[in-house]
């Protein structure tokens, strides 16, 4: 009699978007119980969670974008003790049969977490890896607007007067810049002149202005990164950058990561088996985030010019036959297994101190 009274478990899907969440609720067979559409705020997260909550026991839900539109709403289920699953696009062969539409994808969401097909944790985005993560983003576009800069600087000036190139145009960049910037208004008559110098001194100010805000960027990111990651910067050939990256990746809650496969799956560093037949090989993985790769690669790059250890390692590799690339390949997965249990021990202690 008491299991009767047992409410049913349901499982909630939710296809999330910047202005309306669309939730599917399924039973344990995978029937549709509702669709409801609701705004992306805090009423409309309590009124799909009552929904959902009407139609039987919830205790898993599969959101689509954890990470970005669907953040609050992660937030906000788990913290009422729903466990949240990550849910990646949906499968490309089954959307081509069944078409596309916001309830067929908060569908599919429910029925990967029915299916265990998907088991992904959310980061938490809470802690110092969080911190990290945002003052990456600004850095990341900061770089590539200064390098813009320059570029189109450099380029104007290709095409410029000799009268103006001569005068301007430096090997050094910051030279260049500061030559650019220094220049005046005067009283030239001729319209490509006068607007070729107001462009070449604006570019160079932005220039300025950007290599400015990297400085403070990158002493942020320092300072944060010495008190993230103490041990994982006290490796070998890891800098703040990459240390940094690699603890983006991590997550806050590094419990998400269940082995260093994880984390090198994670990071695009872990072989795919691509073998058929007679013929049994590994393919380069060229999945994961790729940051993180380059950060894995940087730190290589950095051990087989000057790591006695790791040159050791290249010569042996070398005498068997091996190419510089993939002794560069199986170098960035052994330094996810030596990196892994020290980013956790480092994110551990961060979390205990936020």
Known sequence: M???????EVILGVDTHLDVHVGVVIDAVGRVMGTLSVE????????????????????RAGIEGTGSYGAGLTHFLEDKGIAVVEINRPNRSRRRLRG???PTDAESAARSVLANDATGVP???????????????????????KTQ?????????????????DLVLKVK???????????????????????????LRLLARRWNALHEELRELDKQLVRLTKLAAPRTLGRFGVGPQTAATL????????????????????????PIEASSGKTSRHRLNRGGQRQANNALWTIAMVRMRSDA?????????TAEGLSKKEIHRCLKRYIVRELYPLILEDLADSVATT
């Open 173 to 199: 960049t910051e030279h260049c810049v500061a030559a650019c910037a220094a220049l005046q208004e005067n009283d030239e008559k001729d319209p490509v002149i006068t607007s070729l110098r107001t462009t």
């Open 123 to 145: 980061k938490a985005r809470n802690g110092m890896a969080e911190a990290l993560r945002t003052l990456s983003v600004a850095r990341r576009s900061a770089v590539k607007a």
């Open 40 to 59: 992306t705020n805090l009423g409309g997260y309590e009124q799909l969670l009552i929904w959902a909550r009407s139609l039987g026991r919830l205790d």
């Open 309 to 317: 250890r790791t040159l050791q390692y290249v010569a042996r590799r």
């Open 100 to 102: 596309k539409s916001d």
């Open 2 to 8: 008491e299991q009767a009274n047992i409410p049913a």
């Open 247 to 270: 603890l983006i990746t991590a997550g806050d809650n590094p419990s998400r990561l269940r082995n260093e496969a994880a984390l090198a799956a994670l990071c695009g560093v872990s």
């Open 149 to 165: 800069a320059v570029n189109q600087l450099r380029a104007l000036l290709v095409s410029a007067p000799s009268s103006l190139r």
